[in-house]
């Protein structure tokens, strides 16, 4: 019988799946967990972004599992995380948060389209700026390639914005412990919107910062980062792991 696994990845975005491999791959060689799997949204340009319908699938995904899980997202596949979390918090036994600020809706797209709406800039120059944004100076090679990335992902991700319409969600706690993790030198979420999350941290709750890798710095620093969630983890094992009043007392001290 196939064990399932105990913590899970949330992707929306086919196009940018290949940032999330090297911290996926870093996970599963951990023995924290016995399973990481991975959860991945398609949609086609013909259809409407809808965050409703990616919850209810995801529902229908996590539904059969008698045991709650790890859920972890970067970006829109955290704020999916967080929404689902938000409404079925008795099936989630931990958020992992990445490049998710304190508005969760806020992403690189939502840049992007500020940008757009107030440059006198062609697209092209606006994605050029964008990718020294999400991952600093890159060979012109390399440049273009990260340019029809994220060409892909404005025609394909489940991101919710769009030229016309910016959404915007509020700040909210979790009732689960939340690991909420970012980079120091990330312009999209920056600081501030890192630094509000202390506002809305419940107990067993982190905020870690990279010292670099921009928006993407979970793909430049998948070590550094393994790390902090399996400390994470490692920490929630221990205090369930405590009799109720001395576990109290640890996470305290």
């Known amino acids: 019988m196939t064990k399932l696994p105990d913590a899970l990845w949330i992707n929306v975005s086919p196009t940018l799946e290949k940032f999330d491999r090297p911290l996926l791959t870093n996970l599963s060689r951990e023995r924290a967990i016995s399973a990481i799997a991975q959860w991945e949204y398609r949609q086609s340009q013909d259809e409407p972004t809808s965050l409703e319908i990616a919850l209810v699938l995801l529902h229908d995904y996590l539904k059969v599992r008698q045991t709650p899980i790890h859920l972890l997202g970067h970006g829109t596949g955290g704020l999916l995380a967080m929404l689902y979390t938000r409404r079925y918090p008795e099936r989630v036994k931990s958020l992992t948060l990445l490049s998710v600020g304190v508005y969760p809706a806020v992403d690189w797209q939502a840049h992007y389209y500020a940008h757009l709406q107030l440059l006198p800039c062609s697209r092209e120059i606006i994605l050029t700026q964008m990718v020294r944004n999400l991952f600093g100076y890159q060979a012109p090679s390399v440049s273009q390639m990260l340019v029809e990335t994220l060409k892909r992902d404005l025609a394909f991700s489940l991101s919710p914005h769009n030229l016309f319409r910016r959404v915007n969600i509020a700040p909210s706690k979790v009732s689960v ?77």
């Open 177 to 253: 412990p939340l690991l909420v993790c970012g980079s120091k030198d990330d312009v999209v979420i920056d600081r501030q919107q890192f630094d509000e999350w202390q506002h809305w941290l419940g107990e067993k709750s982190r905020l870690w910062q990279c010292p670099s890798g921009r928006y993407f710095f979970h793909y430049f620093y998948p070590e550094l980062v393994s790390e902090q969630i399996i400390d994470f983890w490692d920490s929630l094992n221990l205090a369930d792991s405590l009799p109720g009043n001395l576990s109290q007392v640890e996470l305290s001290s």
